[in-house]
């Protein structure tokens, strides 16, 4: 709806109160005034008119002798008078009324006991059913119809009663003393002058919780106040009591719980989790090998190509501003999702693995000499062990290693003994892929950051299971990948802090990130675009900044409390299994339940469920040292997303179990 905006002439906008209603108001008056009367029978403040004609029951066809002179129905013998013409004959049953129906209603009439406003129990209980035009002086509304004498005697009266609850300023509860307060009704929007056309906004906030102490008990407030939520004095001295959810501080009922997570509805996202596989629909439980994709980044990703599609940075085209403020928009959601305080210090890259192979090439040619050591855990991919083994073996340096416990987790008292002077660089990953251990990085970065060395951590597995800040871990470096976070393979980032940055060559050389180039020398631009030579994989960045936005939308919170109670269920189902072996049980885990069955390969166990429509990775995940330490060189990998459902968990079951129990026959 458009409203349009009146210029204003001045600096400050014309005060409402100076402000006059712009039309007559569309309705006529007098009409609903008639219409109000008609559908009342009385205004309020007068006397509601006497009571009419009971409606007929029994009607008799038109020329019997028993119809009525009134000539509604079968007359009563020898009272042929119109009901509610003759004073006095309206207490007599309505004319319709058969009178044989009159017998059988005596008996319930008699008084049984005194009611508490002087009239006899059953004239309260009984007669507005036996003769309805007394309902509302019998109930009491309007009460002076109702009251006896002698309460009424002790209370003088202060006006006329309004023969309308609603329009009492009693609100429907009795006074006092059979009269009620004749007070004016309240007009809340008496003073508020209309509002011109050129208004913009029409809000009204909630009203804060009053916190003014309660009106003296009989004492009467003059704040406009509700029954319904305030503690309100009535007139007559009494006192509702306040009602606490939601204006108080009393929680209402599900407040603690979490927002809704509708799994069906984020499935229908993902288009390729309707594919079918061996007859079946698809279970994909090789997450932590690559996440599927939305449709909102496939078609981002479509977009891009059909109506953006340019080298960035270099031209003075439409096109080419198109795919760079694509491009560089990407960077920027990058950095919020990481909480990173700077974008340029986003460097775009083909995933982790090159990340990890940036900071060894560049930071570790640089800073690593003979003699030093580089620190690493058990549980690393081998994207995090590789490169650093090419480093100390070309510099002269160590690599040593944090153990790990049965369970999987890393030994924080035995890595304290590693940290030393000659301590460069610690590399750790937040979640093993293999085990799906989160590894306590913020605490090993602090201890490392104690020691002198500079840190890593791969981001990896945990991006899309866990709210990161790179500021809250505080390590040097944070390196993830696109397509573990529902984006395209190919493209991934590195977060490093600008000092660091800055303080490191390049590692490839190439277009793109010179300002300057001749044959005795070369210029560098500044960071991001020093570490981005040549062009980069500009759509999928921009499909990466759709996977983030879609991620976000969603909220990682509520993705990784989803996913931690699945894969609590998963977990313990698999583990009920007999001959079924959990690899990695550490009290803080993600989305990986590894396992082994007795007397099945692993690539047995991969193969029967693949039949049945399950996608899991088997093998030793390109983590082999890892599960070498934990007796194995192979695991069952199924891992997690928060598309998956607790059936198709069910379904992965019952396959592992059914396998056990033919091995046990």
Known sequence: MTI???????????????LSPPFAPPFDPALIARMASALFGALPGEQARAPGVQAPVNLAPAGSPLVSPAG????????????????????????????????????????????????????????????????SGVLGVPEASGASASEASRHPATGAASPFYFVSDSFGHPSAGGQPVNAPVADYFADTPSLPTSATTLSAAPAAPSTQAPAPAGVVSTEPKYYFVDSVVLPNGYVTPAKPAPHATVPAAGAGQHPPFDVNAIRRDFPILQERVNGRQIVWFDNAATTQKPQSVIDRL???????????HRAAHELAARATDAYESAREKVRAFLNAPDVNEVIFVRGTTEAINLVAKSWGGQ????????????????????????????????????????????LLDEYAKLLNDR?????????????????????????????GAITLVDGAQSVSHMQVDVQDIGADFFVFSGHKVFGPTGIGALWGKRA?????????????????????????????NKFEAGTGNIADAVGLGAAIDYVTRIGIDNIGRYEHELLAYGMQQLGAIPGARLVGTAADKASVMSFVLAGYSTEDVGKALNEEGIAVRTGHHCAQPILRRMGLETTVRPSLAFYNTWEEVDRLVAVVRRLAVARSH
């Open 4 to 18: 349009a905006s009146t210029p204003s002439t001045g600096a400050q906008a014309p005060s409402r109160a100076s």
């Open 72 to 135: 509604f129905g079968p007359g009563v013998p020898g009272t042929p008078i119109p009901q509610g013409q003759v004073p006095g004959t309206n207490l007599l049953p309505a004319s319709p009324t058969p009178v044989l129906s009159l017998g059988h209603r005596a008996p319930s009439l008699l008084p049984h006991a005194q009611a508490g406003n002087g009239l006899p129990d059953t004239v309260v209980t009984q007669l507005p059913a036996y003769e309805p035009r007394f309902g």
């Open 302 to 312: 479509a977009h891009f190509y059909a109506h953006e599609n340019s080298n960035i």
């Open 367 to 410: 800073h690593v000499g003979e003699g030093d050591e580089i620190i690493v855990s058990h549980l690393e991919h081998h994207a995090n062990i590789v490169p650093w083994q090419q480093l100390a073996s070309s510099k002269g340096a160590k690599l040593r290693v944090i153990p790990v416990d049965d369970t999987g987790q890393v």
């Open 423 to 451: 301590t460069k660089i610690v590399s750790v990953t937040q979640v093993s892929n293999a085990l799906g251990t989160v590894v306590p990085v913020k605490q090993i970065v602090e201890m490392a950051h104690r020691a």
């Open 500 to 528: 660091v940055l800055e303080d490191m060559p390049p590692w490839q050389g190439g277009g793109n990130m010179i300002a300057d180039v001749t044959f005795e020398k070369t210029v560098f631009q500044p960071i991001p």
